[in-house]
């Protein structure tokens, strides 16, 4: 089968750690292609998705096609198309369990078949932002970066105590640096404009604003 993925960041090598041992054929893109441009694609990923009404007006065209999006923050409710929200964070490609968000029941049931033929365990969570992983990561990133604010130790000690004491796979300045400080920011913000136990650590704000600095003047 054919899957076709829209990154400008993404490399063919990461694609390959998204369904391991599938027997898939992927086309690499860096735009959304006009409607028939391309054939036979049976899915496509859109992992520079952003909610904005351009680029979903442009994904809406490839309906009814599977479209998946890397939309951890953005709902479904607010982003307005039937798009399949998965969580597409940077270093997430090789989950055991993918986390998906279906749009309605008959494209539950199409995802339950296409999962089927990839050999890939995925769970369906709530339309919620933040979904279920992300949001409880990006909690505990921000619990260390306040540890770390409040001088109780420094950013290696936190990493290693978690890695040691919790089996965890990285410490959590680890996991925010792998996945991206502006992301982890960004969903925190949402988060905290209905729960204030999410509201982001200043010094946390400060290193994402220093990051997106750098970006810009790269």
Request: charge should be negative.
């Amino acid at each position: 089968m054919t899957f076709a993925a829209i990154s400008e960041r993404c490399t063919e090598k990461q694609l390959d750690l998204f369904f391991p041992g599938a027997d898939i054929e992927w086309i690499l893109l860096k735009d959304v292609p006009t409607p028939r441009a391309l054939t036979g694609v049976t899915a496509w990923l859109d992992l520079d998705f952003t909610a904005e009404p351009q680029r979903c007006h442009s994904l809406a065209r490839l309906l009814p096609d599977l479209v998946f999006v890397s939309a951890v923050v953005p709902t479904i409710t607010e982003i307005g198309y039937p798009f399949v929200r998965m969580n597409g964070w940077q270093g997430w490609q090789e989950m055991a369990v993918h986390e998906l968000v279906s749009p309605n029941e008959a494209t539950s049931a199409r995802i339950t078949e296409l999962y089927g033929r990839l050999g890939h365990a995925f769970r369906l969570v709530p339309d919620t932002p933040g979904m279920i992983v992300p949001r409880i990561l990006a909690a505990i990133i921000n619990e260390a970066w306040y540890t770390w604010e409040a001088k109780v130790s420094t950013k290696e000690e936190i990493d290693t105590a978690m890695r040691l004491g919790t089996n965890y796979p990285f410490g959590p300045f680890e996991w925010g640096e792998r996945i991206g400080i502006d992301a982890i920011v960004s969903l925190l913000l949402s988060l905290s404009n209905s729960d204030p136990r999410y509201s982001p650590c200043n010094a946390l704000m400060s290193a994402a604003t220093e990051a997106q600095h750098g970006e810009r003047h790269r």
